[in-house]
């Protein structure tokens, strides 16, 4: 069976596809243009009823939260791709941690950056500078502890690259490409050398050039 994902534009939805490519799940995709209101029409909204992406359907089974999404496939096919969910109780419970300071901590100041700066422009919305250098502020308190982190771990969660890494790749990639803001990663070793190798991984590179961003 062949998952359809819908939006493959959008950075959530590459945390998807990201994991299925890790995982050798087999997928098709959706378009929907969230500029032209493809995400508000009934039809979508019966998928996913908050009008954002992803969804899936894989058979008669609709999902929808990419991080609920990625943890059910991790799981699901535990034996077949990259392992991502760690080997032990305690590896699986520092991917979870991490998995959860990614949607926290890190996805939120940034999320805003990328709306403010990249998409508000689009829809005719000022960017508001007061709120994005607050933005930056928070996002480089939440990196100065990732560096503290990454100072002795290779990865979040341990030894082995993990959902909580992969799950950082799509709102990063904003942070070293739209937003231009790469020194936030470059000015932090330890967090600029995790970079270069998660964001190298063939699975990222893939997704990257085949779903060029909206924005
Ligand atoms: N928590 C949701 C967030 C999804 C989300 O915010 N998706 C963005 C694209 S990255 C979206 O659909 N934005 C369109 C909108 O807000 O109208 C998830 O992880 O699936």
Not at 40 to 68: C, H, K, M, N
Not at 182 to 210: C, F, G, T
């Amino acid at each position: 069976m062949v998952v359809k994902v819908y939006g493959p534009a959008y950075a959530s939805t590459k945390r998807v596809i990201t994991c299925f490519v890790e995982k050798e799940i087999q997928y098709e995709v959706v378009d929907v243009n969230v500029f032209k209101g493809q995400n508000t029409t009934p039809e979508y909204l019966q998928l996913q009823p908050f009008g954002v992406l992803p969804v899936i359907q894989d058979g008669d089974y609709t999902l929808y939260e990419s991080r609920a999404i990625i943890r059910y496939y991790a799981e699901k096919y535990k034996s077949q791709g990259t392992e991502l969910l760690g080997t032990t109780m305690e590896e699986r419970g520092l991917v979870e941690q991490w998995l959860e300071v990614e949607a926290h901590n890190f996805q939120p100041p940034l999320y805003d950056l990328v709306v403010q700066v990249l998409f508000g422009p689009k829809l005719g919305v000022v960017p508001d500078q007061k709120r994005i250098k607050e933005d930056e502020e928070k996002l480089a308190c939440v990196l100065d502890v990732y560096e503290q982190r990454l100072s002795t771990s290779k990865y979040l969660a341990g030894d082995s690259f993990s959902l909580a890494d992969l799950s950082h790749l799509p709102f990063g990639q904003f942070l070293m490409t739209g937003l231009g803001k790469e020194y936030m990663i470059r000015d932090r070793k330890h967090v600029s050398a995790w970079w270069d190798d998660i964001s190298n991984r063939p699975s990222w590179k893939k997704v990257l050039q085949l779903y060029p961003p909206a924005v």
